[in-house]
T-cell receptor, first 113, second 115 residues
Framework: DGGITQSPKYLFRKEGQNVTLSCEQN?????MYWYRQDPGQGLRLIYY???????QKGDIAEGYSVSREKKESFPLTVTSAQKNPTAFYLC????????????FGPGTRLTVT | AQSVTQLDSHVSVSEGTPVLLRCNYS??????LFWYVQHPNKGLQLLLK??????LVKGINGFEAEFKKSETSFHLTKPSAHMSDAAEYFC?????????????FGSGTRLSIRP
C-alpha cells in the first residue's frame, strides 16, 4: 500500500513540553509539507521540504522545527515556544515537479493543556 | 500573485438535488487548480484537478468542475447530492512556476446534506 502515514492520530501533552509528530511516505516523493488546521479554517503552511537535508519556513513556522534526514520521513516538533499548539496537523507530499497535486496523511490531533 | 476565494463558507442542499460549490482564483501565470474533500478528523482527498488540458474536469464520486478563464472561476458541481457528500471542500491554486510555499488553499466550504 502506497501512501502517507501520520502517528499518532491523537496526542495529548502538558503545556511546556516539546512533542514530535511523525510523518512517513512511501510514494517516493521529493517534496513534503506540514500544515496546521484550526476549527473552521483552511490550512496554513508551517514548513516544507523539497529535497533531503533541506527545508524552508512556511507562513507560521514560529514555535515549530523540522528535519529531513531521509526522503521518506519529515517529523515535526512542536516546541514549548508555540503559543497555541492545540490544532489538527496535516502532513502532505508531492512529486515536487511542476504543479502536481499533494497527497495528504490522515492527520494528528494535538491537544495541549 | 495568486489567491483563491471560496464564495460560500457553508452550503446546504437536499439529498438528490444538485450541488454547486463556488471558487474564484487569481494567478499571474497559467494555474493548476484542485478540489479536495475533507471528512471530519480526516486528511484531504483529491477530488479532481485542472492542469491546462480539458476545461471540464471529471473527478471521483460524480463531481466535476469547469475551468472558466474569462470568469477566473473553477466551480465544483455534482448533479445529485448523496448523504456521504457531507464534508468540507477546499479549492486550491498552484502555478507551475511557483515554489512549494505558493500553494494557496481556499478557506473551505462546508457542505451539508438534508435528508
Amino acid at each position: 500500500d502506497g501512501g502517507i502515514t501520520q502517528s499518532p492520530k491523537y496526542l495529548f501533552r502538558k503545556e511546556g513540553q516539546n512533542v514530535t509528530l511523525s510523518c512517513e511516505q512511501n510514494l517516493n516523493h521529493d517534496a513534503m509539507y506540514w500544515y496546521r488546521q484550526d476549527p473552521g479554517q483552511g490550512l496554513r503552511l508551517i514548513y516544507y521540504s523539497q529535497i533531503v537535508n533541506d527545508f524552508q519556513k512556511g507562513d507560521i513556522a514560529e514555535g515549530y522545527s523540522v528535519s529531513r534526514e531521509k526522503k521518506e520521513s519529515f517529523p515535526l516538533t512542536v516546541t514549548s515556544a508555540q503559543k497555541n499548539p492545540t490544532a489538527f496537523y496535516l502532513c502532505a507530499s508531492s512529486t515536487g515537479q511542476g504543479a502536481n497535486e499533494q497527497y495528504f496523511g490522515p492527520g494528528t490531533r494535538l491537544t495541549v493543556t | 500573485a495568486q489567491s483563491v476565494t471560496q464564495l460560500d463558507s457553508h452550503v446546504s442542499v437536499s439529498e438528490g438535488t444538485p450541488v454547486l460549490l463556488r471558487c474564484n482564483y487569481s494567478s499571474s501565470y497559467s494555474p493548476s487548480l484542485f478540489w479536495y474533500v475533507q471528512h471530519p478528523n480526516k486528511g484531504l482527498q483529491l477530488l479532481l484537478k485542472y492542469t491546462s488540458a480539458a476545461t471540464l474536469v471529471k473527478g471521483i464520486n460524480g463531481f466535476e468542475a469547469e475551468f472558466k478563464k474569462s470568469e477566473t472561476s473553477f466551480h465544483l458541481t455534482k448533479p445529485s447530492a448523496h448523504m456521504s457528500d457531507a464534508a468540507e471542500y477546499f479549492c486550491v491554486v498552484r502555478s507551475v512556476y511557483s515554489s512549494a510555499s505558493k500553494i494557496i488553499f481556499g478557506s473551505g466550504t462546508r457542505l451539508s446534506i438534508r435528508p
